[in-house]
């Protein structure tokens, strides 16, 4: 699951997992954010009923934390033996902004395999149920969902060799629970014909600088970033390598 802060990871996730009241609104798997505030501080990868959802954290909260966020997503993903689908989480409600861009090309870039032809959008927060406000609201306002759509894949597509299907959806329960069973089982249905890509790739790094401007001392950190490795038992010397 991939996208800002805000766009409906968790609660998609959960919907995948078990859509039925009990768990999303009382006992998720994944925390959901109440507030502007992220929830998902780091990788959680849950499964059940042989399906794994990996929820990830949004890409836009502060330098540090977005640092710390990527070194994390990196390593956790890289431990998976494959993944069959990246879903790029769209909240109706929220334009797709510079950070979101740089979100979709940092994914890209680290799994350029995945990013071919593996890859569906999912609009959420798109309340169909006709007593509630927001949908009363749209009429009102007229919006045109077509239009919508079609500004998110455009946007999209601008950073992608593919062209990814679409679905729109409210994760949260209302009493139409036959139509959300329906497309649950359309996305579930759609990620089971792809070809699970591998993720145990090996990445080769080459170091390049001058002495002293640690080399060593990084490439021990991108293998192991723990205290024991880069102080103790670090994989290459530091401070005496003269070739």
Do not use: W
Request: include cysteine; glycine fraction near 6%; hydrophobic fraction near 30%.
């Amino acid at each position: 699951l991939i996208g800002s802060t805000g766009n409906g990871k968790s609660t998609l996730g959960n919907f995948l997992l078990d859509p039925s009241e009990e768990h999303i609104l009382d006992n998720p798997t994944f925390p959901t954010a109440r507030s502007n505030l992220p929830d998902t501080k780091e990788v959680v990868i849950e499964s059940k009923g042989g399906l794994t959802v990996i929820d990830t954290p949004g890409l836009n909260e502060g330098e540090h934390e977005d640092l710390e966020h990527t070194l994390d997503i990196l390593k956790k993903l890289k431990s998976q033996q494959s993944i069959t689908a990246a879903i790029l989480c769209v909240n109706f409600e929220n334009k797709i902004d510079e950070q979101y861009r740089h979100t979709i090309n940092y994914y890209k870039c680290h799994f350029p395999k995945l990013f071919e032809k593996n890859v569906l959008i999912v609009i959420t927060n798109y309340c169909t149920d006709a007593s509630n406000p927001k949908v009363k609201q749209r009429k009102r306002q007229g919006v045109d969902v077509n239009e919508i759509v079609g500004n998110v894949r455009e946007t999209i597509n601008k950073y992608l060799t593919c062209d990814p299907t679409h679905f729109l959806i409210d994760c949260l329960p209302f009493e139409d629970s036959s139509r959300h069973e329906i497309t649950r089982f359309s996305i579930l249905h759609y990620m089971q014909q792809m070809q699970p890509i591998s993720m145990r790739n090996p990445m080769t790094i080459l170091m390049i600088g001058s002495t002293g401007n640690g080399k060593s001392a990084l490439g021990n950190f991108l293998l192991d970033p723990s205290e024991e490795h880069t102080l103790d038992d670090p994989t290459f010397p530091v401070g005496i390598t003269n070739k």
